[in-house]
């Protein structure tokens, strides 16, 4: 298939953004997919190059403090930057006239779903990859206390703390590298730390959003550590949120960890979202 990317330095909202651009011949569609927190504009392409095979359009980008990016990250700058290219890309769009669909994973669905709530006219159709729909402080804490208890308490008792937050760390994102200088490609210095906590406590982006004129599929992995530590009664309790947000998902349980790190996982992923897009 015949196709061009464009890589370029984009000026959104006061920023500029590192965004990939993917088009092919004759497309079906434009799939809009923020990036992941640490990754950059080329991370999500690669994941879903087959997607971009099958005849669609594809476009990722880099958060502030990311890779060629401007400004630095925090919660709030992801959010209002991901809001401000969805709506310049989507107004773009509408002279070409293709169909504009989204794929949100892991923290990705909380800057997409928010900016595509602000959209006059939302995303017809939204795919949710083991979405994860708050950052509080509270489930943090909630999410790493569990783990001593049912990780290290079944094995005779805690080890040294020394240690035992990067273990926690290590067992959440097994395939992020990070130290305490960098998570992935996110480095410290490009991170408004004191911001990114205050958000951490108190930004809620998602709370009051209800989408109703946007289908959703839902894919999430049954043996997923992120999700279920975040929630007693998972997967029900996920699911709930799921439906507080789009009262009419349709959802469908994978197997396999947070990362769908079996490649038949990833196979049936992809297959989901081609059958979503061209029901």
Known sequence: MNWVMEHRLTPVGGRRLETVRVRVKSPRGLIFVPPLIGGDAAQQVRYFRRLIRMGYDFLSFSYPGHGRSTDRFSHAAAVRSTKALLRQVDRENRSDGLPMAGIACCYGAIPLIFGNSRLESPLKKLV???AVFDLSARAALTSFLRYC?????RRGGLPPFRGLLQRYLDFMFPNVQKNRHAFGSLHRRRIRLFRTFMDVLFLEPL??????????LCLYGREDNILRLYGAGYPASYEETVRRIFPDVAFQPLPGDHFLSCPRTRDETLLQIRSFFER
Do not use: F, K, W
């Open 128 to 130: 949710l990859i083991n």
């Open 149 to 153: 208890r049912e990780i290290h308490g």
């Open 207 to 216: 709370a009051a959003v209800r989408q109703h004129r946007t289908r959703a």
